[in-house]
T-cell receptor, first 112, second 115 residues
Framework: DAKTTQPNSMESNEEEPVHLPCNHSTISGTDYIHWYRQLPSQGPEYVIHGLTSNVNNRMASLAIAEDRKSSTLILHRATLRDAAVYYCILSRSGAGSYQLTFGKGTKLSVIP | GAVVSQHPSWVICKSGTSVKIECRSLDFQATTMFWYRQFPKQSLMLMATSNEGSKATYEQGVEKDKFLINHASLTLSTLTVTSAHPEDSSFYIC???????????FGPGTRLTVL
């Protein structure tokens, strides 16, 4: 399976933009890039996903490199509620199951 | 967004007993549901993939006779931990995939403590 590499932790000041990087150099042509986040003692929350083009939604933006070997999750204005572990995951589609394999993720701390 | 519930949110049981955890998709139909386990300070580990009306597919190293999964309807999957032991204490999380989409929606998790 294609793997992802993320920094263990990052810090951001409240109300500033945050850029969370993810490397996936062995990504295949059909792998989608997903981002989920998990607050302590909660289930993960879907953030965004994309294939080749940059994506925007109400939560964040996803910038995908032209060679697709890396991507960046952008939180435009960090709030204290955004403090969480962020997972960058490549979807594995086998028989339509779209399984997700979670790595260690990036723990984002937001400083007031 | 889509809502997935789990019940119970936490359970404490004695060693040797069985525990059933329910996972429900409340406002959508989910052909596929997934079960994960998460130990403290670790990431989620996929245990099994459950498709409605068929047998679950278990990940390598997960005992199918110990972790019984039933997915009898498009909105309900259950995980039964049989003969639970202290090493089974963990945070169990389910997710459901929208039939026509790629996103998975996760439940809030169930904290299992086996004494």
């Amino acid at each position: 399976d294609a793997k992802t590499t993320q920094p263990n932790s990052m810090e951001s000041n409240e109300e500033e933009p945050v850029h969370l990087p993810c490397n996936h150099s062995t990504i295949s042509g059909t792998d989608y890039i997903h981002w989920y986040r998990q607050l302590p003692s909660q289930g993960p929350e879907y953030v965004i996903h994309g294939l080749t083009s940059n994506v925007n939604n109400r939560m964040a933006s996803l910038a995908i490199a032209e060679d697709r070997k890396s991507s960046t999750l952008i939180l435009h204005r960090a709030t204290l509620r955004d403090a969480a572990v962020y997972y960058c995951i490549l979807s594995r589609s086998g028989a339509g199951s779209y399984q997700l394999t979670f790595g260690k993720g990036t723990k984002l701390s937001v400083i007031p | 967004g889509a809502v997935v519930s789990q019940h119970p949110s936490w359970v404490i049981c004695k060693s040797g007993t069985s525990v059933k955890i329910e996972c429900r998709s409340l406002d959508f139909q989910a052909t596929t549901m997934f079960w994960y386990r998460q130990f403290p300070k670790q990431s989620l580990m996929l245990m099994a993939t459950s498709n409605e009306g068929s047998k679950a597919t278990y990940e390598q190293g997960v005992e199918k006779d110990k972790f019984l999964i039933n997915h009898a309807s498009l909105t309900l999957s259950t995980l039964t931990v049989t003969s639970a032991h202290p090493e089974d204490s963990s945070f169990y999380i389910c997710s459901a995939r929208v039939t026509s989409g790629r996103m998975q929606y996760f439940g809030p998790g169930t904290r299992l403590t086996v004494l």
